[in-house]
């Protein structure tokens, strides 16, 4: 019950495309719903987050849809670019401990 | 502002041995977690520590330990290493406990042979 199940695992888009990126959960006390980014080299970056009482919250380029009813949420990448290409991880926690529950990634390349 | 650092960013080891990993965490940060990442896994929470005392554990055996110092610098050691121990470990930390603003470090790459 403690899982994020993430997919795909990897994920090749056309530059100028979108990219999704989907996420689903069993646990219904999780309540806060981040997305993160992480480059070759590099710790992982907070790109996103989402709360279960909005449907969808948008920055820029980068949308988080969320379907509370279904368990699910997911990554839009509106006109990807090469420089998007990174491994992206959803994760998953309750604000009762704040302990991040992580899906096992999406490695995403955007081809020019 | 330096970010969070961690170091060695690579170390190889034997089976058997055991390994220290330190972590350093942004100016004024008093909060650091580890966490285990492997290709197909995610990240896997390790253990928080919080004015020099774990607060929260993940499900690891106890060969893996760390410990904060009252600089908030913290260390984890693996010991009686095992290949299977092969792995990105990336420190986070935060202002205080149970907070949602992690900063990540880029990691330790440690490779057991």
């Known amino acids: 019950q403690q899982q994020v199940k993430q997919s795909p695992q990897s994920l090749i888009v056309q530059k100028g495309g979108i990219s999704i990126i989907n996420c689903a959960y069993e646990n219904t006390a999780f309540d806060y719903f981040p997305w993160y980014q992480q480059f070759p080299g590099k710790g992982p970056a907070l790109l996103i987050a989402i709360r279960p009482d909005v449907s969808e919250k948008k920055e820029g380029r980068f949308t988080i849809s969320f379907n509370k009813s279904a368990k699910q949420f997911s990554l839009h990448i509106m006109d990807s670019q090469p420089g998007d290409s990174a491994t992206y991880f959803c994760?998953?926690?309750?604000?009762?401990?704040?302990?991040?529950?992580w899906g096992a990634g999406t490695k995403l390349i955007i081809k020019p | 502002k330096a970010g969070v650092t961690q170091t060695p960013r690579y170390l190889i080891k034997t089976r058997g041995q055991q390994v220290t990993l330190s972590c350093s965490p942004i100016s004024g940060h008093r909060s650091v977690s580890w966490y285990q990442q492997t290709p197909g896994q995610g990240l896997q929470f390790l253990f928080e520590?919080?004015?020099?005392?774990?607060?929260n554990k993940g499900n690891f055996p106890g060969r893996f330990s760390g410990r904060q110092f009252s600089n908030s610098r913290s260390e984890m050691n693996v010991s009686t290493l095992e290949l299977g121990d092969s792995a990105l470990y990336l420190c986070?930390?935060?202002?205080?406990?149970?907070?949602?603003?992690?900063?990540f470090g880029s990691g330790t790459r440690l490779t057991v042979v």
């Open positions: 986070a930390s935060s202002l205080e406990q149970g907070q949602y603003g992690y900063t």
């Open positions: 520590y919080f004015s020099e005392t774990q607060r």
């Open positions: 994760a998953a926690s309750a604000d009762s401990n704040y302990q991040l529950i």
